[in-house]
Structure formats: C-alpha cells, structure tokens
C-alpha cells in the first residue's frame, strides 16, 4: 500500500466519519434526519429547544 | 426559578419575528399565516434565563385546528408566568378580540403592538397609555421588523412576571356579565381561580371541551341562556363574539387613528391585489410570474439563464482543475486503481455532480424567497382557492404546498392547519407532488441533458404538480373515509412590503447551506456505497473503470429496471438505481447517475456526464422518468412526516402506493405522448401501459362520486324531517 493510499484512505474515512457524525447529532437534536434545515424547525416530534440563540 | 413566558397572537402578527428578535433564534419566518404549527421554546437575550414559547397563531381560544389547540393548551395547562399578546397594530381591532379572551385566562400579560411603523407610515396612531389603561395591562408599541421598541418590551415583560400581577379584564354588556358571574359561581372550586372567569365565558359560549368536562354546570345554566337567546334571537356564541366587539369599538373609540386610505381605491395592497387577485387574470398571472423565474435562471432557446450560466461555470471548474488535479495527485503518488475510482467517481461524478447545481439552486431560492416575502405566495393561496375548491380540497391546502415547495417533510406537517381531517389526510397524501428543493436537481439535469436548458421543463414540473394534486382531489375524494365537502378558506391577505434583503439573503443562504449540508453527508455515504457496489462483483473483485456490467448494482438494478420498460429507460438499470436511491434523498438521483457515469467513463462531470444522459435516452423517455422520479413516493423522511400525520402504516404505505402507481400512470402517459410529439415509436408497452393508464384515470376523475349521492340523500332526507 503506497503512502497515496494511505492518505486517499485517511481523507475518505475522515469524510465518512464527519458525515455519519453530523447525520447522527443532527437526529439527536431533534432536527430532520434528512438533513434538511428548512425542515428541521417543524418536523421533529417534539419541541425544537433553542438555547442562547442557536438552533 | 427561570420565568416562563408565552408569545400568542393572531396569525401572521409577526410573532416569529418577535421570538427571532428577543432570543437570537433563526426560527422560519413566512409572510403567510400558519408558518408555525408547533410551540417553539428559546431564551429571551439580556434577561436571566426567562423562557420564551412561541406559539402559533390563532384568531380565538375556541379552536378549531391542531395547531390551535397546541396554542390553547399551552396557556391554559401549563401556567406560563407572563403572556406577550402579539397585537397587529395595523388591525387592531380583529386582534383585540384574540386580546379580551387572553385577559380573561388571568395570567399577567403584556399587549405587543406590532407593526407600529406601518400605521404611522399610513397616517395613523394608536395611544399605547391610553390603550393599555382600557385593557388593565400594560401595552407596548413595537415593530419586530425594525428592532423598534423590543427593548421596553423585554423590561416590561419581567417586571410583569415579577410582579404577578393579573391583568383587568373588559366587561361585556350587563346581561352577559350577570350570566358570566352565574357561571363563575357553578365552576367555583373547579377550575383554577385566577382562570374562572375564562372558563366561565366558555362554558356559556358552548366552547366543545369546556362543555365536555362540566357538562352538568352547562345544563344548569341552559334556562338563563335560552333567555339571553331569545331577547337577543341569536345564538348565544354569536351574541358573546358581539358584546366582545362592542367592547372592542368602546376600546379603541378615541384613541385609533386611522390612516387616511380613500375608501373607493383602497391602499398600495389592495391596488395590487385587484390585479394579482384577479378571478380571470389572477392564475395566467401565477403562471407567467413562474414562467419568467424559470427562464431566467435555467434560461430558453439561446438564451442561457443566470442560474445556467454559474453552474456551468462551477462545473468546469470541479472538472477542472478539481478533477484533473486530484486524478493527476493519485497517479504522482501510485494511488491504486480502486482508490482512484473511488475519488474520481464517488467525489467527483457523484458529490460533484449535486455540488454542481447549488448556483442554480441559490438563484432559485433568492427568487422564491423574494416572491414569498413580499406577500406574492399569500395571495397565490387566495387565487388558487377558487380552483382547488372546484376540484374538491379546500384553499388551505395550497399553504403546504407552498412551504412544500422548499421541503415536503414541513409541507406534510403543514397540514396541521387545516381544520378538516379528510381534507388533511388527502394534502398530505399528496403535498409531495410539487416538486420540492431536493427535486430542482433532477429537473435541471433533465433540463440541462435533454432540452439545452428551456426553463419551460421546470415550468412543466411545477404546474404538472398542482395538476396531479388536483386530480388526487377528486379521486381520494370518492374513498369513503376521505370523502366529503372541502371545508371552508378563510385567509387574511398579509400586505405588501419591499423584501427584507437580510431576511430574503438569510432564507436563501439556509437552504442553499442545507443543500451543500445533504450533499456533504447522505450523498456522500450513498455515493460510496453506489460506488462500492457499481465496481466490485459478487466475490468482491474490483472489476476495473469500464466494469459496471458484471456488478453488484448492475445484476440488481438488471433484474428490476424491465418495470420501467414501459416508461421508456427501462433498457437503463443505472437509471432505476437512481430512482431507488433518490428514496433516501431525492438529489441522490443526480448523484447516483454521476458516480455511475463517472466509472463508465472517468473524469466526466457537467455537460459531459449530461451528454452520457442524452446518448441513452429519448427526451421523451428523460422526461417520463423526470415525471416519475418527482410523483412517486418521496424521500423517507417524507414519508415518515407522512406516517405521523395519518397516524398509521397501513395508511401510510397505501397512500405511498397510491403515489408510486400515479406517478407510473402519469409518466407512461407522457411518454407515448412525448414520443409521438416528437416523431419517435414508443414501446409497445409502453403504448399499452399509457392507454391502460388513461382508461382508468378517466374513469376515476369522470365516475360520480358514490358519497357524494348518500350525502345528498342525507341532506334531504333531513331536510324532509325538520319540514
């Protein structure tokens, strides 16, 4: 495995890891887990809460 | 113990505004009523921690939809310690009949005159001392919009709540308060003190929940009722909703100045909306104003729209240098050929070609937010009543398609503003036909692949999404649990007003962040799974650029793609495994067919990923897969917003269905008919499918509706009874 592929692979699993994290808090905080901010204000089943003016 | 503080007022008085202001919050505005249709907490800026619940709007503490009862419940069950009574200065007196009955709950509360600025503007003034003397709270002028007097308003709202002090309340005329004092005394010991005289009214009001509860005090009070009902020979809740205005005309008598508005032409709004409203032009003007959005950003002819033009520019430049440089790094650095697959056609061709139209997509966006903040999509609404009545489902339907036009998933939860639980069953059924952000890709790919850019194709996509909502109207209609007549549209017409460009830039850049936020996440993931799948056999051997027909997906995407055979690209699996992804996300579609492209051919992204598109099917076909792609089911987050408003799976996964074989109907019939339009031979199937798909769409729009005649029957047959 050449030092490309070792990088190339780090870089991938970084994104992956980044987007299943911001998938997974984004749920979590009750917003839509489609990942659409339009929607997140309404569509979650309970009370969106907004602490110190941020979403 | 952190204070609790509740913000009510009627629809569009600009409470969202005033929550955005006083917390920081970013929450949606619109400039149509029924935006928020769920309490929303945050803490109020400058302040120790007090909490703020913005509610949404009503016009009485009588509810009749969802939304409105959450607004009810709220201020009556969980006992917030200050109430901020959002007042629409510019209306003041349909407003105040919202205030009397707030005032009655007993709950300190703080009148908010909004919208200020716009009276003044007009010529008008309200005296704020004078009012809140009348009213027994204090009142503060404000406008939300403009930061003006939010300060006051937020000193004013904690020393209330400290000082627990409940408001006066305004008295109606003596018989009614005689009867009010009557009921009092039978709810005494009953019902929280500070509140009685609330419940009180509604109990003689005949408010359903109240009555249902203390159906015994109710039945005590029907001899003194039937009196007033006699004397006055009204109804007893007309005769309160009168006294309450009369109240409101003692109120306001002296201290209202109205603006100067000469009655014959009426204001600014009002000329505009004699045109815009028009009951012959009002749609051919919808219509045009979409068409002129549309073609100016994706363009017409030789013209090429802004939005066209910068997305072209962004995909050259993720072709090159983006794309050259990275393939060129993994050749300097003996990077292995899946890897560089995985980069080239996962990153590039799938990531890349979504990333690719988010300047059309901005441009769109700024349209549409303009179109919505200046008023325009209110009256659309109006204008679009007299036709979706007609077809059997109410006005109000159309407030989720609008905001259905950005997301489905808030578009379905929308439908909680409409009273009527069939006519909310079948708008959410079908809210998702319009095309929402998520669909602009795949419209702009089809656009862009098969009809150099014409604008008309978006055009086409969006009318032909009002159409199949409105042929869902009368079809569902003749189910028997969802039959019935449309319920009533009653809509306040907000007025016109020059965009807010930080807010418009705002809505803009939110959606736009939302659109890079999907592609950067699900698209992806999903692109390197697509990848993963679409470059390795069953043993798992990397089967190389050129290998997608020995595949994984392919052997799957093989054995389902005959479905669409009919439709015109069924000879295409890679397009029904697009189809099949676009269920996680709908731009998946567009993100799914550059990764596969992308490994038929490396490097490819843009145009030249289009020009594969065009090489493999006819327009026609491209636009009945267009068709089919935007009507069948959405993606699963919609369809589990869908579930939690018809509350079952059953009903849920019918109603998906019923989308599915639609959108399958539809697109069959588009593509014989764009095939023969366009001088080619459709499939034989094809042919077979769209005249088996009009022979049973015409029944099903032509047939009587069965209900309909029982309802008739029952309507006469009742009459006949009280003859």
């Known amino acids: ?55 | 113990m952190s204070m609790k503080v509740a913000l009510a007022g009627n629809p569009n008085c600009g409470k969202t505004t005033l929550f955005n202001k006083l917390t920081g919050a970013s929450q949606r505005v619109g400039n149509w009523p029924g935006v928020t249709i769920d309490k929303k907490v945050g803490r109020i800026r400058g302040t120790d921690g007090a909490e703020l619940v913005d509610t949404p709007g009503i016009y009485s503490l009588s509810p009749y939809s969802p939304e409105e009862i959450v607004t009810r419940n709220f201020l009556l069950e969980e006992n917030p310690d200050v109430i901020i009574n959002i007042v629409d200065a510019t209306n003041i007196e349909r407003n105040l009949f919202l205030t009397l009955q707030i005032l009655d709950i007993g709950i300190p509360t703080v009148v908010a005159l909004n919208m200020m600025d716009a009276v003044a503007k007009n010529g008008g003034s309200v005296d704020a001392k004078a009012l809140s003397e009348r009213l027994g709270c204090p009142v503060v002028p404000i406008s939300a919009l403009k930061n003006d007097g939010v300060k006051e308003l937020i000193e004013t709202v904690i020393a209330t709540g400290e000082s627990k002090k409940a408001p006066g309340f305004v008295k109606m005329s003596d018989g009614i308060e005689g009867l009010v004092a009557q009921a009092a005394s039978e709810l005494s010991g009953k019902v929280p003190e500070k509140s009685a005289r609330w419940y009180a009214v509604k109990l003689i009001e005949n408010d359903s929940m109240v009555c249902e509860k203390f159906s015994a005090e109710r039945q005590n009070l029907t001899g003194p009722i039937t009196t007033i009902e006699n004397d006055c020979d009204d109804d007893i809740d007309a005769i309160i909703s009168d006294a309450r205005y009369n109240a409101i005309g003692d109120i306001v008598d002296g201290i209202v100045v109205r603006p100067d508005i000469s009655t014959s032409e009426g204001t600014f709004s009002d000329k505009v909306d004699r045109i815009v409203t028009h009951r012959i032009w009002g749609i051919p003007i919808f219509i045009g104003v979409l068409a002129i959005v549309f073609l100016g950003i994706i363009g017409f002819g030789d013209i090429v729209g802004i939005g066209t033009y910068l997305t072209d520019l962004l995909n050259d430049y993720i072709e090159d240098p983006i794309g050259t440089s990275l393939v060129q790094w993994c050749i300097d650095n003996n990077v292995s050929e899946p890897l560089t697959g995985l980069i080239t056609s996962a990153l590039i061709g799938g990531v890349g070609a979504v990333i690719g139209f988010l300047p059309q997509m901005l441009v769109l966006f700024l349209a549409l937010c303009i179109l919505e903040d200046i008023g325009y999509m209110a009256r659309i609404a109006f204008v679009m009543d007299r036709v979706f009545r007609f077809f059997g489902l109410s006005g109000k339907s159309f407030i989720p398609i609008l905001v259905g036009t950005g997301c489905g998933v808030p578009g379905i939860m929308a439908t909680r503003t409409i009273e009527s639980d069939r006519d909310r069953r079948i708008t959410a059924m079908s809210v998702t036909f319009i095309p929402c952000g998520a669909k602009l890709p795949i419209i702009a790919l089809i656009a862009g692949a098969l009809f150099d850019n014409n604008g008309f194709v978006a055009l086409f996509a969006y009318l032909l999404g009002i159409v199949v909502i409105l042929m869902s109207g009368i079809i569902l209609k003749k189910w028997k649990s969802l039959s019935g007549e449309p319920a009533p549209f009653i809509m306040e017409l907000p007025p016109y007003h020059l965009p807010s460009i930080f807010g418009v830039i705002k809505g803009t850049l939110d959606r736009g962040w939302a659109f890079v936020k999907k592609a950067g996440t699900i698209i992806l993931l999903a692109a390197i799974v697509i990848w993963f799948l679409a470059s390795f056999d069953w043993s798992f051997n990397y089967l190389g650029a050129d290998a997608t027909t020995e595949s994984i997906l392919q052997s799957i995407g093989q054995g389902i793609c005959v479905i669409f055979q009919p439709l015109g690209w069924g000879d295409h699996w890679e397009l029904t495994v697009g189809s099949i992804t676009g269920l996680i996300a709908k731009e998946n579609l567009v993100g799914t067919l550059g990764t596969l492209f992308a490994i038929d051919d490396p490097g490819d992204a843009g145009e030249e990923y289009w020009e594969i598109l065009a090489s493999i099917v006819t327009p026609a076909a491209g636009l009945a897969f267009l068709v089919f792609n935007l009507l069948c089911a959405p993606c699963f987050a919609a369809i589990g917003a869908m579930h939690r408003e018809l509350g079952s799976w059953k009903a849920t996964g019918l109603a998906v269905l019923y989308q599915c074989v639609l959108a399958y109907a539809v697109a069959a019939i588009i593509y014989v008919l764009g095939s023969f339009i366009d001088g080619k031979s459709p499939e034989v199937s094809g042919i077979v499918m769209a005249v088996i798909a009009v022979i049973c769409l015409g029944y099903l729009l032509i047939a009587k509706d069965p209900f309909l005649q029982n309802r008739s029957s029952a309507d006469k047959s009742e009459g006949a009874e009280s003859a």
């Open chain 1, 1 to 55: 495995m050449s030092t490309g592929d070792i990088i190339v692979l780090a870089v991938v699993l970084v994104l992956v890891a980044g987007a299943i994290y911001s998938l997974v808090r984004s749920h979590r905080s009750g917003k839509c887990s489609c990942g659409c901010e339009d929607c997140c204000n309404n569509c979650c089943s309970s009370v969106l809460k907004i602490e110190d003016g941020k979403n």
